[in-house]
């Protein structure tokens, strides 16, 4: 192993090493992620109907998505569903509730309080941290455009 | 025992492999090689409550397995050499804390079948053991939740990315003289670091690793590649393996007679295992399981073995750091 630095060696792996399908995946999740938003209206839409108030409605709905990604999380469902729609099951909120109970389910063994509590949010934490700090810096934004 | 060229050690003495022991997961036992296992457990948490236990448990039953299949009592054994890829190799040490034997905990990545059955060798050669269990193991769960995510998480994988094994492979090993498969020669490796980041890419990290032993071997011994009837590799997988023959072409050798573990322990195509299998337990059961009884059956009678290890911690990989690659040669002849 003389012949070769190790920028030939990074392209030659990059030749052998196939490129996860991303065209055949964007339309995985495209639709997949389109069918759990439609399930969601879906949900409010019948809330409406049932004559829930607007803003009780568009809570109710997110706790409904949450439950149901909890619920196929613990049945071992939604795993397999986000090793086919990837990004399209874990961006919406029931991929939230799926990062937050896996992590729960795996670190139970380790106890409710440094198992759980401290593991419960390794997987959901970064988008917490990063969505509250960005809306903090939209909302200065909104603030600053609205005294100009 | 003789110091041969830069890297290897040739023994005089007979070391022979007395037995082995496999025992491995379900995804194992539905893969091509599950006639060749002793024991495919129907339930990957091996009847405990946590799947570090279920590691340990089959560690333990593996090695009294060994033992009983050679008609020997635990106390016959000198020496255990056990290796895993669980943080302060819990996998073997709480295995073996009830087996009551001299105890060498090892870490060499997924190379830790090499490098036991190397040191175990050592020890028959200079007269210090006369029966040493060399044993390596893994289990896909407790590897995912120490290095990747939580299983339940709906994630996608890579296609370089590869699938850790459960089970552990055990050789015991014996001063015999009888017409049993041989270790004639070891190879230590050292490390080769080609720059390679991606910890879903261990394959491309490990390839280097194994091509520098395996010359180094040949050029040591002075033999070519077709003195071998069997060049394996650990777990380079279906991506390291085109890799390493690529590699080993423009360096000049031919790599007619070269497998590798990972990729003849699943089947591509229904196991949904992308790259292949890797993790300690790959090389150590396929050995155990499967190249032992061919050797018996004579149907490979100089087979070089050498598992191969991405020396990596979840740490370094979040730290940007590059991963080292191992490999440890072994040469069994009959």
Redesign the interface.
């Known amino acids: 192993?003389t012949?070769?630095s190790?920028k030939e060696?990074?392209h030659?792996?990059k030749i052998?090493?196939?490129?996860?399908p991303v065209l055949t995946?964007c339309i995985k999740a495209f639709f997949v992620g389109g069918c759990i938003c439609v399930f969601g209206e879906l949900i409010s839409k019948y809330l409406i109907y049932l004559g829930i108030s607007e803003d009780v409605k568009s809570l109710l709905t997110v706790i409904i998505l949450i439950f149901c990604g909890v619920c196929l999380?613990?049945f071992?469902i939604?795993?397999?569903?986000?090793?086919f729609?990837?990004a399209g099951?874990?961006i919406p909120i029931t991929?939230f509730a799926?990062?937050i109970?896996?992590?729960a389910?795996?670190?139970k063994?380790e106890g409710y309080i440094i198992g759980i509590g401290t593991k419960l949010f390794s997987?959901a934490g970064p988008v917490l941290a990063y969505g509250v700090f960005s809306s903090f810096v939209v909302g200065i934004i909104y603030y600053i455009s609205k005294i100009i | 025992m003789a110091n041969i060229g830069k890297q290897t050690i040739k023994f005089k003495k007979n070391i022979s492999i007395l037995e082995t022991a496999s025992i491995v997961g379900p995804k194992e036992g539905d893969g091509p090689l599950k006639n060749y296992f002793d024991i495919v457990l129907e339930d990957i948490m091996a009847g405990e409550n946590t799947w570090e236990k279920a590691e340990s448990i089959i560690v333990r039953k593996s090695l009294e397995l060994a033992t009983k299949k050679a008609k020997l009592a635990m106390t016959d054994i000198d020496y255990i050499i056990a290796g895993d890829l669980l943080n302060q190799n819990t996998g073997s040490t709480f295995g073996i804390r009830d087996l009551h034997r001299p105890f060498i905990g090892i870490f060499s990545a997924c190379s830790a079948m090499g490098l036991s059955m190397g040191l175990g060798a050592t020890f028959l050669e200079s007269n210090f053991a006369k029966n040493v269990l060399a044993s390596s193991s893994s289990h896909f769960c407790a590897a995912e939740k120490q290095f990747r995510f939580p299983l339940e998480l709906g994630s996608q994988r890579p296609p370089t990315s590869t699938t850790t094994v459960t089970g552990c492979g055990v050789a015991l090993l014996s001063n015999d003289n009888s017409d049993l498969p041989k270790i004639k020669a070891i190879t230590t490796g050292k490390i080769v670091d080609m720059g390679i980041t991606d910890p879903f890419n261990m394959g491309a990290a490990m390839a280097p690793a194994a091509l520098d032993t395996i010359i180094t071997h040949f050029n040591d011994l002075n033999i070519e590649p077709d003195y071998y009837d069997l060049i394996i590799t650990g777990d380079l997988g279906h991506i390291g393996s085109e890799i390493i023959l690529t590699l080993s072409k423009k360096e000049g050798y031919l790599l007619k007679n070269y497998k590798d573990c990972g990729i003849l322990i699943y089947d591509k195509d229904t196991q949904d295992t992308h790259s292949g299998g890797s993790g300690c337990a790959c090389a150590g059961t396929t050995f155990a399981g499967y190249l032992y009884k061919k050797m018996i059956e004579k149907e490979i009678k100089k087979l070089l073995f050498v598992p191969t290890g991405a020396l990596l911690s979840p740490l370094s990989v979040l730290q940007k750091e590059s991963i080292p690659g191992i490999a440890h040669a072994v040469a069994i002849e009959i």
């Open positions: 192993m012949q070769m190790k060696y990074e030659m792996v052998f090493s196939p490129n996860s995946n999380t613990g071992n939604y795993s397999k569903f986000g090793r729609a990837g099951s874990m991929g799926n990062a109970a896996s992590s389910i795996e670190f063994k997987l």
